[in-house]
T-cell receptor, first 112, second 113 residues
Framework: KQEVTQIPAALSVPEGENLVLNCSFTDSAIYNLQWFRQDPGKGLTSLLLIQSSQREQTSGRLNASLDKSSGRSTLYIAASQPGDSATYLCAVYDGANSKLTFGKGITLSVRP | DTAVSQTPKYLVTQMGNDKSIKCEQNLGHDTMYWYKQDSKKFLKIMFSYNNKELIINETVPNRFSPKSPDKAHLNLHINSLELGDSAVYFC????????????FGQGTRLTVV
């Protein structure tokens, strides 16, 4: 059974800091990995999708990497801003079962 | 032009009632999902449908019955609501295949009183 872990559960950093959010998963037989952002009381916004054959994806100040064999992904946020404050969720897709399995998320607070 | 839309956004109802949540996607995807986000914010899959056929039923009580009239719609009907059903329910869709980015609706906050 796939398990996705995100540690720590919460993180507080000063504005301008570069930071790394970690995600690990137990079953490396994934189709892809997706990072989402969730603002309080809102839905999920897809940030980056990395296919199983890829090593990384970039979008603006965000860079996500994937090491499938070791079951790890990181989301790098450059020059963090207060507007980046949200919960960041990692999810892996098991294509054989048509199923996205989520971690519990990391709640990020960027202090002005 | 919302890609995945759910209605209603908020639902407050009494125990024992029956209620439905509707979901529609205009992305042309062939797979749709229902997820439940509990009070601890953990997202857990409930159902997955592919081309109107049930693929996953993740040990959800049979009071929950999904209905997919066509590929673009996946509704969730809940019978005999219980206090423990209070949560945020998210609908999502994706295209089958390796490159399958999932898109989520804004969620329906269900409160059972």
């Amino acid at each position: 059974k796939q398990e996705v872990t995100q540690i720590p559960a919460a993180l507080s950093v000063p504005e301008g800091e570069n930071l790394v959010l970690n995600c690990s998963f137990t079953d490396s037989a994934i189709y892809n990995l997706q990072w989402f952002r969730q603002d309080p009381g809102k839905g999920l916004t897809s940030l980056l999708l990395i296919q199983s054959s890829q090593r990384e994806q970039t979008s603006g100040r965000l860079n996500a990497s994937l090491d499938k064999s070791s079951g790890r992904s990181t989301l790098y946020i450059a020059a963090s801003q207060p507007g980046d404050s949200a919960t960041y969720l990692c999810a892996v897709y098991d294509g054989a079962n048509s199923k996205l399995t989520f971690g519990k998320g990391i709640t990020l607070s960027v202090r002005p | 032009d919302t890609a995945v839309s759910q209605t209603p956004k908020y639902l407050v109802t009494q125990m024992g009632n029956d209620k439905s949540i509707k979901c529609e996607q205009n992305l042309g995807h062939d797979t749709m999902y229902w997820y439940k986000q509990d009070s601890k914010k953990f997202l857990k899959i409930m159902f997955s449908y592919n081309n109107k056929e049930l693929i996953i039923n993740e040990t959800v009580p049979n009071r929950f019955s999904p209905k997919s009239p066509d590929k673009a719609h996946l509704n969730l009907h809940i019978n005999s609501l219980e206090l423990g059903d209070s949560a945020v329910y998210f609908c999502a869709s994706s295209q089958a295949g390796v490159y399958t980015e999932a898109f989520f609706g804004q969620g329906t906050r269900l409160t059972v009183v």
